[in-house]
């Protein structure tokens, strides 16, 4: 007990301090305002256990804790600092009274934290306070995945089989700042965006190894058509076909004329082979290019 004693508030730095969610947890770990009795300190901070551990110092009455998360169906939220430390500043007279009124004795078993009659006062007038809701504004808004990507992201930003971590940090804070302007607060956490952008370089990079691996494709090229010389007796397919066999065995392919028959005449020419005995179909677009693509479900031998 010491009559003159003032609290020392301990004031957060980072906005989104007090939120932590381990993995494989569903929701954030609790947020707590502390007043240590011993060393005269108001701070905030998260549960680091998970479920409802606490030290023995908070279980003998020496660290006196109050839950500041807020709770709704099966979410959690926590104050951001700036609301925090406010908070801690307004309850600090009462802080004060506390330190001012309490003492350590003997209760048979262990030495614990015993209040007198005006600290339990001001205590009761913090847990009044703590159990007013925090304004949307004061509370850290957290995004899932879902929530803040739209599955563009390798386009929209550019993402490569060569992005460095430091530019997927950099396009996770520009999806941060730009949730900051779709809700209330402006404190923002971005709950598993980090995993997923790694994610997306690391699919990149496989689809680029396994290219690596196989090599190039028949369908790696496309040539235009060259009409020149056509009249109404050319077989246009069978030109068509010759040159981009021409083209085909100029980059290294090895392809061979499976069958002159197309399901669909009118834009296809031909079914080819290449040396791996899969099965390509040529295809003629609109403006008179050509380009093979595979068939899908083909035979291979």
């Not at 879902?146 to 996770?172: F, H, K, M, Q, S």
Request: charged content about 30%.
């Amino acid at each position: 007990m010491n009559a003159t004693a003032t609290v020392r508030v301990v004031e957060l730095t980072e906005p989104a301090e007090l939120y932590r969610r381990y993995d494989g947890e569903i929701t954030a770990q609790p947020a707590y305002i502390e007043l240590d009795l011993r060393n005269g300190t108001l701070l905030a901070s998260y549960n680091a256990e998970i479920g409802n551990a606490v030290p023995f110092s908070v279980h003998h009455g020496f660290e006196r804790r109050w839950d500041v998360s807020q709770r709704e169906h099966l979410t959690l939220s926590v104050p951001t600092a700036d609301a925090a430390n406010a908070f801690m500043k307004r309850i600090a007279p009462l802080a004060d009274r506390i330190l001012a009124d309490w003492e350590e004795y003997w209760d048979g078993n262990n030495h614990v934290a015993r209040l007198g009659e005006d600290a339990l006062a001001a205590e009761e007038a913090i847990e009044a306070l703590v159990d007013v809701p925090w304004d949307e504004a004061d509370l850290v808004a957290v995004w899932d995945v879902d929530g803040a990507t739209n599955g563009d992201e390798v386009t929209e930003y550019g993402i490569t089989a060569d992005t460095t971590d430091e530019r997927l940090d950099e396009i996770e804070e520009e999806i941060r700042v730009s949730m900051a302007g779709a809700g209330e607060g402006d404190v923002v956490v971005l709950d598993g965006v980090d995993t997923y952008l790694g994610g997306l370089r690391d699919e990149l990079k496989a689809e680029a190894a396994e290219a690596e691996d196989s090599g190039p494709t028949p369908d790696c090229f496309s040539i235009s058509l060259d009409r020149t010389g056509f009249d109404d007796g050319t077989n246009w397919a069978e030109e068509a076909t010759e040159q981009w066999i021409a083209e085909a065995e100029r980059l290294g392919f090895g392809i061979r004329v499976e069958s002159e028959e197309v399901p669909n005449p009118e834009r296809q020419v031909a079914i080819v082979r290449r040396d791996d005995e899969t099965l390509w179909v040529i295809n003629i677009h609109g403006d008179d290019t050509l380009r093979a693509e595979v068939i899908d479900g083909a035979p291979s031998a």
